[in-house]
Nanobody
Framework: EVQLQASGGGLVQAGGSLRLSCEASGFTFDDYSIGWFRQAPGKEREGVSC????????YYAESVRGRFTMSGDNAKNTVYLQMNSLKPEDTAVYYCAAGRDSGSYCLYSYAVDHWGKGTQVTVSS
């Protein structure tokens, strides 16, 4: 059974930092692109960052580039999202996801095969 367990969300003041973790199980980690998505109230789910399975390239949404950094530990089947300089508009439920598409497609919801449960990130002003 494929499982993606996200953790690390919480409440932080604007300008602060959080680190999200996603532990994957039930599939071969290297065969999938792993990504972070988020959904704010009343808005569509959007891709934040992902690591492509083909070559490990990382992709970021324009809104987070330069502030968020995604990394992975294949030995632990875990990916991380370091979020710095957080803004109130980063407030959302963050989801970890896995898909077989590679390249920048991993930033798109239609490329996701498996979703994990979300973790809430709230940034206060």
């Amino acid at each position: 059974e494929v499982q993606l367990q996200a953790s690390g969300g919480g409440l932080v003041q604007a300008g602060g930092s959080l680190r999200l973790s996603c532990e994957a199980s039930g599939f071969t980690f290297d065969d999938y692109s792993i990504g972070w998505f988020r959904q704010a109230p009343g808005k569509e789910r959007e891709g934040v960052s992902c690591i492509s399975s083909s070559d490990g390239s990382k992709y970021y949404a324009e809104s987070v580039r330069g502030r968020f950094t995604m990394s992975g530990d294949n030995a632990k089947n875990t990916v991380y999202l370091q979020m710095n300089s957080l803004k109130p508009e980063d407030t959302a439920v963050y989801y970890c996801a896995a898909g077989r598409d590679s390249g920048s497609y991993c930033l798109y919801s239609y490329a996701v095969d498996h979703w994990g449960k979300g973790t809430q990130v709230t940034v206060s002003s």
